[in-house]
Structures are given as C-alpha cells and as structure tokens.
C-alpha cells in the first residue's frame, strides 16, 4: 500500500468521524442553538453585547464570533456589539501575571460586563477553570451565558442558571468537538444576521 494511499484512507475515516458527529448533533442540539441564537438577537437588541471567551483553539473561535458580530457574517446589517476577551495580551498577561490565569476573563468581565450582556463560554472540555470563573463572573453581573461544551459538560454544567443555555457536543474528541462547535457559531451568525437585516423566508 503506497503511502498516499495509506493516508488517503486515514482521511476518509476523519471525514466519516466528523460527519457521524454532526448527525448525532443534529438530532439533540437544534433547540438549544435556537435558544442561544434568541438569547443573543434578544441583547444585541436591547443594546447589549456579547463577551466571548475560550482557550486555545476555543480562543480562536471565540474571536471568529466576535469579527462576524463586529463586521458582518453573510449579510449586509449593522456592526453589532461582541468582543472576544483573548485579542488584548497586554491585558491578558497582566493579570495572568498579577491575579492568576484562572481570572482573566473573570476580571474582564468584572469590568466590562453588564446586566443584560451575554458571556459565549467556549470549552471543550467544560472544566477550565478560568471558563468556570468567568461565567461565575458573568452570573455577578446578572449576564445570560450561553455555554459551548463537548464531553459530559464538565464542572461547568453545575454552574449554570436556570436561563442559560448549554450547547453540548456528543462526542470525547476535542477535534470532531471543535468542528461542531464551528457550525454552531456559524449557525448563531446566521440566526443574528437574518434578525438584524430582517430576512424573512
């Protein structure tokens, strides 16, 4: 077996693990995104905002959220009010470096957050502990959270009020979580984009 062939099948078993994942999260996950997608289009519409946060590749996702709300997803529309609490390193690295990591979205929030505001908490695992914090952090502030997890959601499903609104992947690999997680903030862009440029079909 030649090598490109070796691979050649190597991928199309990712592919086929990452399309089972999304069919098994097409059955369950629907209505929670709806309710995300409602949540936000609800604050975004009062004036509000939506803070997002995550680590590593959930990092890069919560920035992608926030560059769709800023500027636009698929639509022409207003900019929207969304910011990813992992873009401002001096930020970051002062009070990783004074606090502890465990507080830099929490202290961000602290000061940035207000009642009525969403936190988009993105983890894979649901156990992070600055994640944990900041939803605890958000909750202070009297914010709605909409939590992005895989897993069995971890620690942060007990943390969780009554109004929020968990997103849970079913699925143990951080990378077939990772592509559900994907299609669910482009799912929620889209939801966003159709209320703020009143698309109706």
Same mark, same amino acid.
Do not use: W
């Given at each position: ?14 592919f086929a693990e990452s ?16 309710? %995300? ?5 609800? =604050?975004?519409?009062? $004036?509000?905002?939506? @803070?997002?946060?995550?680590? +590593? *590749? ?74 944990? %914090? ?5 909750? =202070?502030?009297?914010? $709605?959270?909409?939590? @992005?997890?895989?897993?069995? +959601? *971890? ?47």
């Amino acid at each position: 077996m030649s090598l490109v062939t070796d691979y050649t099948l190597r991928i199309r078993g990712l592919f086929a693990e990452s399309i089972e994942v999304k069919q098994r999260s097409l059955a369950i996950l629907p209505d929670a995104v709806a309710m %995300a997608g409602g949540m936000m289009v609800n =604050a975004l519409g009062k $004036g509000g905002k939506i @803070l997002s946060c995550g680590n +590593g *590749g959930s990092a890069g996702d919560a920035q992608h959220f926030a560059a769709e709300m800023l500027n636009r997803f698929e639509v022409e529309r207003v900019g929207l009010a969304a910011f990813a609490l992992t873009t401002d390193s001096s930020t970051v690295t002062s009070i990783a470096n004074d606090v502890s990591f465990e507080q830099v979205f929490a202290r961000q929030i602290q000061a940035l957050g207000n009642n009525g505001d969403v936190l988009f908490a993105i983890s894979t695992s649901g156990n992070s502990p600055n994640i944990i %914090a900041a939803v605890r952090s958000a909750h =202070a502030k009297n914010m $709605g959270v909409v939590a @992005l997890t895989g897993r069995d +959601g *971890g620690k942060l499903v007990s943390i969780l009020n009554a109004g929020d609104v968990e997103i849970r992947v079913p699925a143990d690999s951080t990378a077939r979580i990772q592509e559900v997680h994907l299609l669910v903030i482009h799912c929620l862009c889209d939801l966003i984009d159709r209320e703020f440029a009143n698309i109706r079909d």
